[in-house]
T-cell receptor
Framework: GENVEQHPSTLSVQEGDSAVIKCTYS??????FPWYKQELGKGPQLIID?????GEKKDQRIAVTLNKTAKHFSLHITETQPEDSAVYFC???????????FGTGTRLQVFP | GAGVSQSPSNKVTEKGKDVELRCDPI?????LYWYRQSLGQGLEFLIY????????KSGLPSDRFSAERTGGSVSTLTIQRTQQEDSAVYLC?????????????FGPGTRLTVT
């Protein structure tokens, strides 16, 4: 079955710097890749997603890139702010399934 | 509007006892999902409901775990004869429709501790 690996497990950056989180997946049949942000005491919230027919997607300070050949995708956060501090999860799913396979999460800390 | 709610928020139980966890999805959402989040791990899929049917229950770890959904709304996840390895946060999510790519809205979870 599908397996998703996520790195790093923790990431500390200075406010204003960029943060990059990387994930790799194992099954080439996966074609949908969402990213979730989980704040303390809350459930994960979708922040951006990408399908395998595009290589990059942006939404203000957040962008996701996908390399289908290498089977990896990354989350890029620019101009980080303290409120970006949270745990971020990547996930993958295959066509015709509603099951998301999640990475193990990255705890991002943005220091003022 | 109201989001996904789960109860209880915390549950401590003794090994061997049965527990029931409840999920109230967003009104009108036809799809409902249960995930489990163990310490330091990602979210692990348990089961997916479309209406009252469960087309995918492949993630239930053992026959001690079961779930039902009634009236296309509230869902209950039941764990029988709890074990210490069942300790985790159990998250419920709902989406307007099932299907890949439909945004899933997660509840805050139920933290289960088995002593």
């Amino acid at each position: 079955g599908e397996n998703v690996e996520q790195h790093p497990s923790t990431l500390s950056v200075q406010e204003g710097d960029s943060a990059v989180i990387k994930c790799t997946y194992s099954d080439s049949a996966s074609n949908y890749f969402p990213w979730y942000k989980q704040e303390l005491g809350k459930g994960p919230q979708l922040i951006i997603d990408i399908r395998s027919n595009v290589g990059e997607k942006k939404d203000q300070r957040i962008a996701v890139t996908l390399n289908k050949t290498a089977k990896h995708f990354s989350l890029h956060i620019t101009e980080t702010q303290p409120e970006d501090s949270a745990v971020y999860f990547c996930a993958a799913s295959m066509e015709n399934t509603d099951k998301l396979i999640f990475g193990t999460g990255t705890r991002l800390q943005v220091f003022p | 509007g109201a989001g996904v709610s789960q109860s209880p928020s915390n549950k401590v139980t003794e090994k061997g006892k049965d527990v029931e966890l409840r999920c109230d999805p967003i009104s009108g959402h036809t799809a409902l999902y249960w995930y489990r989040q163990s310490l330091g791990q990602g979210l692990e899929f348990l089961i997916y409901f479309q209406g009252n049917s469960a087309p995918d229950k492949s993630g239930l770890p053992s026959d001690r775990f079961s779930a039902e959904r009634t009236g296309g709304s509230v869902s209950t996840l039941t764990i029988q004869r709890t074990q210490q390895e069942d300790s985790a946060v159990y998250l419920c999510a709902s989406s307007l429709e099932g299907g890949q790519g439909r945004e899933k809205y997660f509840g805050p979870g139920t933290r289960l501790t088995v002593t």
